[in-house]
């Protein structure tokens, strides 16, 4: 069973669409991450919740919007995709929001804005 | 700004090499450090972390890690790698405040049979 997985795997899309990318993981953990790892393989965090509250939101467009609807849940939301939006996101999850929690990651999802 | 620093962008060894990557951070206080790696086309699996106590850590796969606090390193070794070790290596740093991890830019090892 997978511990973090995210739908879609591969999503191909134009410049301009709204599109939506789930995660759920089935570890019980309370919190869950975005992660974006751009075409130079660089990773960086954007968004991290815990029991369904955002405890961690970096400089990211508006455009990028996080949903938890139950802390197994995240979902993120990008509206008006751009060129630059093409990059691979990986969800993750960890027991606790606390330094020292390992983090856990799902398989990525590989976004491609043309 | 916390920072990980990564020196060797892209490693080639042969079979049986010793590897060695280095890992450098810039927090100076209390600080966890992991390593990260991920194989082609898959997702990123932890190797080894270090919390506190023996500063040699050991990881799965036979990797292991040195946190040399003078140094601010934490670099990765392995006696001898194997083409199955042909990954992108990953070094990160937490500390403080909420769990969020700072990575390196990544070491890009290919072993060649």
């Known amino acids: 069973d997978t511990a973090v997985s995210q739908t879609p795997k591969y999503l191909v899309t134009q410049m301009g669409n709204d599109k939506s990318i789930k995660c759920e993981q089935n570890?019980?953990?309370?919190?869950m991450y975005w992660y974006k790892q751009d075409s130079k393989k660089f990773l960086k965090i954007m968004f991290s919740y815990n029991n369904k509250e955002l405890i961690i939101n970096e400089t990211v467009p508006n455009r990028f919007s996080p949903k938890s609807p139950d802390k197994a849940h995240l979902n993120l939301h990008i509206n008006s995709l751009e060129l630059g939006d093409s990059a691979v996101y990986f969800c993750a999850s960890s027991q606790g929001p606390g330094v020292g929690n390992t983090i856990y990651f799902g398989e990525g999802s590989w976004l491609t804005v043309v | 700004a916390q920072s990980v620093s990564q020196h060797n962008h892209h490693v080639i060894l042969s079979e049986a090499a010793s590897l060695e990557l280095g890992c450098n951070y810039s927090y100076g206080g209390t600080v966890n450090l992991f390593w990260y790696v991920q194989y082609p086309g898959q997702h990123l699996q932890l190797l080894l972390k270090y919390f506190s106590g023996d500063p040699l850590v050991k990881g799965i796969k036979g990797f292991e890690a040195e946190f040399i606090k003078s140094k601010f390193s934490f670099n990765l070794r392995k006696p001898s790698v194997q083409w199955s070790d042909t990954a992108e290596y990953f070094c990160?740093?937490?500390?403080?405040?909420?769990?969020?991890?700072?990575f390196g830019a990544g070491t890009r090892l290919a072993v060649h049979p």
């Open positions: 570890l019980g953990h309370d919190t």
């Open positions: 990160a740093e937490s500390s403080g405040g909420y769990n969020k991890l700072i």
